[in-house]
Structure formats: C-alpha cells, structure tokens
C-alpha cells in the first residue's frame, strides 16, 4: 500500500470535513477520489500532504506519517492543486527552476529535467514567456510538469481538468495516464467530472459528506453489463411472453404498440425468436453501460 | 531556507515598489545632506568636531534632517515590503505549491523576513555610504574613526527599527486576506505612530499636567515627562531617542529644559560608551519590539490553516 488512511476525522470550524474516511491505494495505480463539492476531497489531500493535520485517524503515504514526518512525505509526493499557481511575472522556466531548487535537485540533473518535462507538457515553445500570459490550460499543464520535474513516487492531482475545455482535459487526462505508465508515479487524482474520471483511473473511491460511500474497480461499481431492445408491433402476449424470461430485467411501454426491454446478455437470441414468434420487430438492441453517472446520482439522492 | 531567501530577495531588489521609494528616499536625504554641507561651509566653526555626524543630523532650509526623515519614511519602505508578504501568496495559490515541497514550513517565513530585511539593509547601508561620498567629495576629508563608528552603529540600529516594520508588514499579511486591506491598515498604523501619537501624546499631557506660560519649571517638566512616557509607545521615538546619542555625542538624554534650569551640567561630547548608555533602553525597547512582532507573525503563519476556502 503506497497510501493508507485509516479513520480520519477533520474538523473545520464545528463542521465535519471528514468523518471515519478509510481508503488505499496500491503502487503504480490511478486512483480517484469522486465526490461533489464539499465532499471532503481536498482535506483528504491536504491531510495526505501534512499541509493539515487530522483530528484523528491514521495516515501513511509511502510508509511515513505525514503528521510526524512532513518533509519525508512531500520529498517522495508530487503535488497539483486545484487552481494551481504560479509566480506570474516569472516564466515558465523559471517557475519550475524554483521547485528543483527547493528539491535540492543538482543545477545539471535540472535543467535536463526541466526541458524534459516541458517537452512533454508540450510547453517548450512558450517556456520563456511570464507564467502571466498562460491559459487556463496552459497552468494546468505547468502545474503536471511541477510534479515530473521532482520526479516523485506519487503524484496527487486535485483536480487536476476542472474549468478547462474537453480538448485541454483529454490532453491532461493523457498526461496523467504517461505519469502511470512512463514514470510508474501512483497516482491519486480527486474529480467531480465522472467521465472523465472514467476515463483514467483503476479504482475509484465515491466521497460523500467526509464517508468513502463507494470504492472499487469500474467494473465492479457499474455491475454486469445489460441490454435494452426496443420492440415494435408488440402486443399484450408478447410482453406477459418476455416477462415470464428469466433473463427480462424490466420491461416499459413505450407508446401504442412500442416497448422497451432490458435484459441481461445471455437473453439476447432468445428475445429475437420470441418478437418473431409474436410477430414484433425489434428495432434496436444496444448495450446499456451504467455510467458512473448513475452510481453518483444514487449515492447523492439518498 | 537560501533558495527563498535568494528568490524574495531578487522579488524585492526589482520591484518598482522599492525602486520608487528608494528614490524617494535618496532625493530628499541627497538634498538634506547636500544642504548640510552647505551649511558648513558656511559656517565651518559652528559645528564641532564631528562634522560627518552633522551632516545625518542638521536640518536645513526648512527640510528636516536626515535622521528625522529616516525614522519617518523608512517605515513606509519597510511596511510596504512587508504588507502582502504571504497574503498575496494565499490570493495566487501558490502557497500550496511552495509549501508542498520538501522544506520546513518556518523557513518560508523566516526566508521572506530575512530577505525582507537584507533589502532595508542594501538600502539604508548604500544611502549611508552615499552620505559619506558625498561629504568626502565636498569636504575634502574623511571621517574619525570615532564617527565611522558611531555611523555603523546608526546603520544597525536603523536596519533593526525597519525590521520591526517589515515584521509588521508582514504580521499584517497573515492576518488580513485582502493585500488592500492590509496595505491600508499598515499606512494606517504608520501614520499613527509618525504623527498622530506627537498630537496625542501633546494632548494628554496638556490634559494631565496644564502648563501656562508662568507656570514653575517643575510643572514644564512633568508636562515633558508625560509627553515622552506616551511618546516612548511609538517606535518611531523610541529609533529617535536610540539614534540621537549616538549622532550627537553632546547628547546625555535631557531635555532642554533640565539643561537650562540646572546650571553647572557639562555640554561637552560624551565617549561612545557613554552615548551609548544615553540610548540603551530604547534600543533594547527596539529589539524587543521588532522580535515580538515577528514572533507573532510567525506564530500566527504556523498555524494558519492551508485551506483557502
């Protein structure tokens, strides 16, 4: 385990921030932390970083308490926060000259670094101008290449595509999955954009009111896969015929003659011999993903 | 702790801040000082031995002195340096950048503080080594021993006196969010201690010991004493009383009034030591003042939650 947290409580002002969180994240993994705002997913962070301390529970990010140990943990932790900033009147360049200098990276070792990682966040053209005349996404980017050039063990993003459009967060989305597999940094990002979250990481955990409410792979979150067909000409018969199938989850009507059907994927020839029987047609079949979407919306309406 | 250090101090040295009031200041000291000297050239017997002395300490041509001018506009360098400290840092997101990197949290204050004051130090060291061209070039000698020492004495006890404005500024950036806020209550507590706490100090001791013009010499002390007890809250006269026996070795720390009522007290310049004596306790009120300051802004920075929300 390269992040552990065990029943942390924090306290802001009489509110709870969080309340009994546990959760952990293996080496070499891409771990989300999703909740809606307020959740508690930057105290989860902060506290991670010995920024904040808990008000109790117990953390370990790569063996060392960030409590006791501040110093151990932000040397071996790449750190973005949300809206990440920067000097404005320095360039890029040297915005970043000033992370190895507090790392204590030798002058040589960074300045090869430092060219690597804006090769890479794909800054190069623009490394000289003040950080002032960078784009929203532009400072995200920045931010990713403030965590190559310490070349950390793991990287936390909070919030890492927040406010930028879907162009500039496929790009970051891209970079955080090279973090993975070229760096073999862990990641551990916090989100409030599911499908994007979706996209990138391995497991992910569901925050709600300071509580992990739900964690697991998104296979294991979104269940087994189902289908919906929609049915035309379908008569009374036909629908009492699937309903009594085992594998018919549910069925709707959907306007005169029209009805809808989901059904688990071991159905799927059966139902087309059934409408023909029955003198229907099916107009569509398609796959229904649950999208985390829905898992979000059933945590949060409870 | 160097790497900030040596970041906020290239911040500073090339900030149009510090180059404005620097030039504000070397203008108007250049001239007090150029007026000095005109004034002795004039008058080359009036002014005793230690002439380099006189010319940080006359006031000509209705421009005050280059003593008073320092003690009332370098705290506005100094508190401007400091105001938006680590405010500005929590408006610009960066402290969490910063602070998430391998370096213990009080260096980064410590770093800015230092930095801080290692500009006042450039400041106040150049415009005192300008003071003395400028007198070497006109006079045509160059100073004592005796006075060179006095002067690097006024160099560091003034470098201490911006220190506690900068420690000010700086405690008023953690306190307040907003830089403006803090830049307003920092002019604000400027302006008070310059002139107004002079008025108020003036106005108690009316209140408390009325005096008239045929009042016994007694009741014109006490009125004095009041005065100066008020007075001695405000750094800026405590850096006055610190400094002046140092400047002016005639000095032993008596008003004007003693001098004139107690006949038989000798007016001839006091060794160093002496002088020294003359200003020890507002030094040591300074120090104390400049380092409670930044205690507290320490402190409070220590404690300061990340979280910006």
Redesign the interface.
Known sequence: MIIEAKGLRKRYNNVWALDGLDFSVQEKEIYGLLGPNGSGKTTTILILLGLTEPTSGVVRVCGHDPVREPLAVKRLVGYMAERVGFYEELSARENLRLITRLNGIPELEAKKRIEEALEQVGLREVADRPVATFSHGMRQRLGIADVLVKKPKVAILDEPTSGIDPEGAAQILELIRRLRDEEGMTVLLSSHLLHQVQRVCDRVGILHKGRLVAEGTMAELTGPRNYVAVIENATAELRVRLEAEEWAVATEEMGPGRLSVTLEEVGRARLFQIVAEEGGLVLELRPRTHTLEEIYLRYFQE | MA??FW?ELADHLGSKRFFILTLIILVVAGTSVYLGIQGFRENPGGVGPFVYLVLFTSSQGGLPSFLSFLAFFGPLLAVLLGFDAVNS?FA?????????????RDSWINGKFLAGLATLAVMVVSIALLVFGLGLFSLGFPPEGEEFARLLLFVVVAIVYLGFWLALGILYSIIFRQTATSALAAVATWLFFTLFLYMIAGVIADQVAPVRSDSPAEQWIRNENIRDFVLRFSPVALFEEATLPILVPTYRGLSILVLLTQPGIPTSPLPLGQSLLVGWPQLVGLLALTSVCFAAAYLLFMRR???IS
Do not use: A, F, M, N
Not at chain 2, 92 to 104: H, K
């Open positions: 790497t900030i970041k840092e610009r997101g960066t402290v969490s950048r910063i602070l998430s990197q391998p370096i213990y939650e990340i979280r």
